[in-house]
């Protein structure tokens, strides 16, 4: 039998694993955090003067995906069902008017703001339609708030990886964990801090949501794989998930095609979903619930795999029990 590493070595070990995962981790994080920037951002222009037009596509070449809108309102109704981030009115005398919906990202909106004013080289005047909420004017609050829900999920599978034996168990605790979480994160965020816009019941459908989807994945491949499994889901689900959300920002501000590959991950989704459901009055939210509810399913599908592979050896050491116990008794 092979002799056990030693104290140091295993110290040595952990502090070099350690060392790589954060460093990884790290890069990894700063890197697609620090290359924000607009990347076909949906914007439009009213009336679609062909001088503006062309002055955006000079100063940001590839940043904005620019339409045309017949008049104010018709970019306002734009604005308010997400098809857009900010509509560029032109004025007379060479003046600019900006209508914005801060609320879809108040990190777009101050891109934006900036963009117009090098336009004019003038104070812009502002519109927002679909402001941000009063509580997180710069969205940094609600991005806050939103990161420890990853965590939990993650660290709340490796726990029922590792202490909880029965995968019915299991499923049974990871739906619990959604239901539970949706219902205390709500009160936090939506009235303790007030950083999510919208009803407390419509977040805690969001959160209980997004950690089932979590949490399901991750405790499902660990079930089936052991903690190889809880590495892989982990990995997909936080450390890939997280920084392609969009929640510090938006999905085009991040280097594509990652910041579309980000909302097909229950991160993406999630924030997204926050933000349509809370001050959009739902547009723009079929495509996150669907993602949402299909990894939820597969999570499940997970967890139903490993309940069904678990329950022979469970049903076998039951079983066994007695018939050790009486062979004992007997010598």
Known sequence: MAASASPRAEARNILIIVA?????????????????????????????????????????????????AADEDAADRALRHREAYGAFVPRSGGELDLRIASAASPVVAQTLIRQAGELTGKPVRVTDVVPADADDRHGAGAAMGFLPL??????????????????RARLLGVVGFAVASGLVSSLGLTHVSGVLPGGYLANAA????????????????????????????AVLMFVVGNPLSGMASAPEMLPQPLGTVGQFLPPGAAATLFRSVGSFDGAGAGGPVLVLA???????GLLYAGARRTA????????????????????
């Not at 439009?44 to 955006?56: E, I, K, N, S, Y």
Request: charged content about 10%; overall charge neutral; proline content about 7%.
């Open 20 to 68: 790589i995962v954060q460093f990884v981790i790290g890069g990894w994080f700063s890197w697609s955090a620090s290359r924000a920037a607009p990347r076909d951002l949906p914007v439009l222009v009213v009336a679609g003067t062909p001088a503006v037009v062309d002055a955006l596509r000079e100063a940001a070449p590839g940043a904005y995906e620019i339409k045309e």
């Open 150 to 167: 990853l965590i939990t999920a993650v660290i709340a599978a490796l726990l029922f990886v590792l202490k909880v034996a029965g995968g």
């Open 206 to 233: 969001i959160v209980a949501l997004l950690e089932l989807a979590m949490a399901g994945v991750i405790t499902g491949l660990g079930s089936l794989i052991g903690p190889p499994g809880v590495a892989v889901g």
């Open 294 to 300: 299909v990894w939820s399913l597969i999570g499940l």
């Open 312 to 331: 022979p050896k469970l049903a076998s050491v039951t079983v066994s029990d007695p018939l050790q116990a009486a062979a004992r008794s007997s010598r």
